[in-house]
C-alpha cells in the first residue's frame, strides 16, 4: 500500500505542541529565518490569536506537514475566504505529492465553511514554487503587492 493513503487530515489539538514545534523548527531551518526558542514556539501555538487555524497532514501518527490558515472578510465581491500563511511538507515526506493534498483539503474545509477562495504569498525567487501553486490552478496576481510593518515602525505608527 502507498504510504500517502495513510494520511490523514486534521487540526491542531493541545497534545501536538511538541510535535508540530519540531515541524516549525525545521520550517524555519528551511527557509534559514530565525527561529525563536522551542518553549516560545509551544507558547505562541498555546496562545495563538482567535482564528489562527493549523490544518496537520499526519502519516504513521506523524506529523508529514501543516498548513496554518484564517478566514478573511471582506474580499472581492465582498466575500469571505482563507489567507494561507504558511504551507509546510517535512522533507522526508516531499515529492509524495502531500503538499497537493494538503492544499486539497483546505479547498475543501473552504467550501464546506462557505468561503470561495484561498488568498496566499510566495517568494518572488521561487519559482518551483510558484509553479506548484500554477499547477494547482493558483494565479499571480501582478496587480497586488504584500506590505508588511513591524517592530520599531509598528510602535512609531502606532504612536501616532
Request: proline residues 3%; contains cysteine; hydrophobic residues 45%.
Amino acid at each position: 500500500m502507498d504510504d500517502i493513503a495513510l494520511t490523514t487530515f486534521r487540526e491542531i489539538a493541545d497534545t501536538d505542541f511538541d510535535d508540530v514545534a519540531d515541524a516549525l523548527i525545521e520550517m524555519q531551518a528551511h527557509y534559514r529565518a530565525v527561529c525563536p526558542a522551542r518553549d516560545v514556539i509551544i507558547d505562541g501555538l498555546r496562545s495563538r490569536p482567535a482564528g489562527a487555524r493549523i490544518l496537520l497532514a499526519c502519516e504513521n501518527d506523524e506529523i508529514a506537514g501543516l498548513a496554518c490558515f484564517s478566514a478573511i472578510y471582506p474580499g472581492p465581491g465582498l466575500t469571505s475566504g482563507f489567507f494561507l500563511k504558511e504551507l509546510y511538507v517535512r522533507h522526508n515526506r516531499r515529492g509524495a505529492g502531500l503538499g497537493k493534498r494538503l492544499m486539497a483539503r483546505l479547498a475543501e474545509i473552504a467550501r464546506q465553511e462557505g468561503h470561495d477562495r484561498i488568498d496566499w504569498t510566495a517568494d518572488a525567487d521561487d519559482l518551483r514554487l510558484q509553479h506548484f501553486y500554477e499547477m494547482l490552478g493558483g494565479r499571480a496576481l501582478p496587480e497586488k503587492r504584500f506590505f508588511r510593518i513591524a517592530g520599531a515602525k509598528l510602535r512609531e505608527l502606532a504612536e501616532m
